[in-house]
């Protein structure tokens, strides 16, 4: 999977602000939130790409708008080459079957009131397929998520949260897309039911050969499934590279500072711990220059001015680091 | 044992509900040494912090709100005391650390104020010296330029600061017990590391104990001297932490060792298959039966006790039953 | 649903007002089986008899029954609950999802209407529009069905603003499900607690308007059996004969206070905090 195989998605230049208006009848300076700030990658046919990052990086907004729920301030996404922010609303409709999501709160996606079949059914039903097939995919799709049949008729709430995801899944995968976003699909899950989800995730995508978009706060869940890994700190992307190189060769030092943040269930290892100073700053005004020098343990001069260029450091290894960069020359 | 500061025998909250009896915490026993922080680990409803209210004796009030068993705390028993006497020990004695900082600390008081009202409640001490321990605690977790930041509102802190000022409201009655429940699950990595990292520094400091409720093996893992796992009300395994992850005996501790995605380890992960049982609804045998690779017909009927099989770990499971072979 | 019964019937009042309602109802249904003498028919020579063994709730000044008075007057009550509580629902809820959900100029335009509407007292608002439309059953109802239309607009404009921005209608325009199916499969059946409730505590309303309206005169032509209209009659009278003035009273308060009680306790049966959703 390593290897550059076809492209499915671009993004090039894509920025999300956020406008907060300032309050009421006194005029308060407006404010922007820069959630998606000038982001450009590429995701392969039948790869994972893993997004990983801490609050407010915009992660969540960025699979948003990969997917057009939320419009993009400025910049393109090109799917199988062609500009889906260029598409019409109808164009876009009929396009959506092509790509899907998998959300976070298994308690919150699935609507309460409707059960279990007609859940997984809708998409099916929003795009005109027939009562008889439809019965038949709700069949193989329940199989497939290791749902018993007999339970196609009970509501979401007489569920446990790894099953609920696991209809989640059946309902993203019922129009056969080529590309979902799985925004943290498994946070929300005990980690034996987020064992299951996620192994559950990779064989479906052996057996289909979906693409993923896997976004997640947590870097061991993201180096299990991904193939690549793409970190993002308030809004930029950092760091993108092969999952085992940037595990084992991590060149940006925030991504330094994540790894060596997580807890690792073994206690004989005491490593060496990269500890980031300070809080994370608000993405209300962020940072100027680097947004991460405030931060950094090797921050100079230059890290407060300019921003980092998104330099390819080796083949299929990107970072934005001044410090990086000046290594390399 | 003069430095036991904790002894839970044999604990037990039910609830009652119209659908039956929720076995909660069903029997457990551990003990907590000062300066020692234990790791209470399991998965939602396993009742780790139903037992933590227990202990400060925040269940049991209501009439469908069952506690038995012993809770010894510096020798004397939690459960029998009286509530004022309670009061003075919750606070004070034993300091409580909660999940999510912002409902911890009350919105409409300064972060000062509110650490300041500990020693005001408990040592009756005077507004400018309790002031002055309030901005002391502030210090003392880490927060630059105390003092004004003493004088500001819960939201005008962020996320990481919130649970470092929870901490040094716990902090503030010198208490020899903290419990935290779940402290860092709320937070980001990088400010998950500094909070781990400070609980550690003040253990050294104070020589509290500390029981550390979390769902996070990782976690355990990165500061607590022992664990003990806990399964759908009931402790299954109880080692020190080394032990337990070097050497885990019950099928449950294993599996959910196994769950675990590992960095650098790209190894198919081998969940425990299945879903926790209902609490209102157990059988008589091992809760962990339905589940168990390793079940066989006793455990369908007898929940086993903790085994012995090593001077210091324990295992609830019939596996390690050496009379019965 | 198994869990909603359990819930209502545990509210004792809320099952006693249930039960008078369905009584009321049951009445209307059967009220030609059930009345001993025609609710029309005039007969001078026992006027004003008080109650007694022929005449059960005595007569009124032209001699009518009132009994059988009362029991037709329960159809009156029913209709123009029915009617007028089901216009303002339907009209409410329609521009209340439209408000809600599309939000921007929409938005504000069906609100400031709303708005408007909500500033009249109920009363003054259907006497105002019964002397614009003129006095008849039909334009009686329209009337109070008009004065209800933003609460329940109010309300289902609340309720979409509150579901709207839930995962499961993400997920469902993630999916390419157009709006208008959106609203009607996943945002109305998740908003319709809160206007059941309304309902039933509109309908207690729309009896005291159409008897309140009937009593100045404005409401049904003046021979019609409505609880209002016996209670407007019988205000000549009452000094002399209590029962005239009484049973529509008795008739009227009973309506209403049931589909008040049934309405408090469907509101609590429905509560979705006190549901065990996630259990």
């Given at each position: ?329 | ?325 | ?51 007694n063994g022929e005449f059960w709730f005595g007569t009124d000044q032209f001699g009518r029954d009132i009994f059988s008075r009362i029991v037709y007057g329960a159809r009156i009550s029913l209709q123009v609950g029915i009617i007028a509580v089901g216009f303002s629902f339907i009209v409410g809820t329609i521009m209340g999802l439209i408000a809600g959900y599309s939000g921007g100029w929409v938005d504000n335009l069906i609100s400031r209407i709303t708005d408007v509407l909500f500033s009249f007292p109920d009363i003054l608002l259907a006497l105002v529009i019964m002397a614009i439309l003129g006095s008849s059953l039909n334009n009686l109802m329209l009337a109070i069905g008009i004065v209800y239309v933003p609460i329940f607009a109010r ?125």
């Open positions: 999977m390593q290897t550059k195989t076809k492209e499915l998605v671009r993004v090039e230049g894509l920025k999300k602000h956020f406008k907060l208006s300032g309050g009421g009848l006194r005029k308060e300076p407006e404010q922007v939130v820069k959630a998606v700030d000038d982001l450009n990658f590429s995701v392969y046919e039948g790869e994972t790409l893993g997004i990983v990052g801490e609050s407010g990086c915009g992660k969540s907004t960025m699979g948003r708008l990969l997917l057009r729920l939320l419009e993009p301030t400025e910049g393109n996404i090109y799917f199988e080459n062609r500009d889906i922010t260029t598409f019409s609303k109808q164009e876009l409709r009929e396009k959506r079957r092509e790509f899907q999501m998998i959300f976070q709160d298994p308690y919150a996606s699935l609507n309460p009131r409707m059960t279990v079949k007609e859940i997984i059914e809708e998409p099916l039903r929003t795009y005109k397929e027939k009562q008889a097939e439809r019965s038949k995919r709700v069949q193989t799709l329940l199989d497939a998520v290791g749902i018993p049949e007999s339970y196609k008729n009970r509501y979401p709430h007489e569920f446990s949260g790894g099953q609920r995801q696991r209809i989640g899944i059946a309902r993203s995968l019922a129009l056969n897309p080529k590309f979902i976003v799985a925004d943290e699909p498994v946070a929300a899950l005990d980690v034996s039911i987020q064992a299951q989800v996620l192994n559950l995730m990779k064989d479906l995508q052996d057996e289909f050969g979906f693409t993923y978009l896997f976004i997640a706060h947590d870097l061991s869940v993201v180096n299990y499934i991904s193939d690549r890994i793409g970190v993002m700190y308030l809004g930029k992307m950092v760091e993108l590279a092969d999952s085992d190189k940037l595990y084992n060769n991590p060149v940006h030092p925030y991504t330094q500072a994540l790894l060596s943040a997580i807890p690792v269930p073994d206690p004989t290892r005491k490593k060496e711990r990269v500890m980031l100073t300070g809080e994370l700053p608000s993405p209300v005004n962020p940072p100027s220059g680097c947004r991460f020098h405030t931060r950094c343990p090797l921050a100079q001069d230059i890290c407060k001015q300019v921003e980092p260029e998104w330099i390819e450091v080796e083949e299929n290894h990107f970072a934005a680091c001044h410090v990086v960069k000046e290594r390399l020359s | 044992m003069e430095d036991v500061l904790l002894d839970v025998k044999e604990l037990k909250t039910h609830f009652k509900t119209e659908k039956g009896v929720v076995k909660a915490v069903d029997g457990i026993s551990f003990q907590v040494r000062r300066g020692e922080i234990l790791g209470i680990v399991g998965e939602s409803g396993c009742g780790k912090s139903i037992t933590s209210q227990s202990i400060l004796r925040l269940v049991g009030y209501k009439r469908n709100e069952l506690v038995s068993g012993q809770v010894l705390f510096e020798g004397e028993d939690l459960l029998t005391k009286k509530e004022k006497n309670m009061l003075a020990i919750r606070g004070s004695k034993i300091g409580l650390i909660a999940q999510d900082p912002m409902t911890s600390l009350n919105p409409v008081y300064t972060v000062g104020n509110q650490i300041a009202e500990v020693p005001m409640i408990h040592e009756k001490a005077s507004k400018k010296s309790a002031w002055q321990t309030a901005i002391a605690m502030l210090k003392k977790v880490g927060i630059p330029s105390a003092e004004d930041r003493a004088d500001q509102y819960p939201h005008q802190f962020s996320g990481g600061m919130r649970q470092r000022g929870v901490i040094g409201m716990a902090l503030a009655g010198n208490p020899s017990l903290l419990i935290a429940d779940e402290p860092t699950t709320a937070l980001d990595v990088t400010i998950q590391a500094q909070v781990l990292d400070l609980m550690l520094k003040l253990r050294d400091e104070t020589n509290a104990g500390i029981i550390m409720i979390t769902h996070d093996l990782g976690v355990v893992a990165e500061i607590c001297d022992k664990v003990a796992v806990m399964y759908a009300g009931k402790i299954v395994e109880q080692a020190p932490v080394e032990e337990l992850f070097a050497n885990p005996k019950h099928p449950y501790t294993k599996g959910l060792l196994k769950s675990l995605p590992k960095l650098g380890d790209k190894e198919r992960l081998q969940p425990v298959e299945g879903q926790p049982p209902n609490l209102n609804d157990l059988h008589e045998g091992c809760r962990f039966a339905d589940r168990c690779p390793f079940v066989f017909d006793k455990c369908h009927t007898e929940h086993p006790p903790l085994f012995s099989t090593d001077s210091n770990h324990r295992t609830a499971c019939y596996l390690y039953d050496e009379e019965a072979e | 649903m198994i869990d909603f019964w359990k819930r209502f019937k545990q509210n004792h009042m809320a099952v006693i007002g249930f039960v008078i309602i369905l009584i009321i109802l049951l009445t209307a249904i059967f009220a030609k089986w059930l009345t001993p003498y025609d609710p029309y028919e005039m007969d001078p020579v026992n006027r004003l008899q008080s109650p309300i289902a404009r609340g309720t979409v603003l509150n579901i709207k921005d839930s995962l499961y209608i993400e997920a469902a325009r993630s999916m390419g499900v157009r709006p208008i199916t959106i609203l009607w499969r996943h945002i109305l059946p998740n908003a319709m607690a809160p206007l059941i409730v309304q309902i039933t505590l509109s309908f207690a309303f729309a009896i005291l308007a159409e008897a309140a309206l009937s009593f100045l005169g404005l409401g049904v032509s003046p021979d019609t059996p409505s609880w209002g209209i016996m209670l407007s009659e019988a205000k000549d009278w009452m000094e002399l004969s209590w029962w005239t003035a009484i049973f529509p009273g008795i008739a009227i308060t009973l309506a209403v206070f049931s589909f008040n009680i049934m309405g408090d306790g469907l509101r609590d049966a429905l509560d979705p905090r006190l549901r065990n959703e996630k259990s």
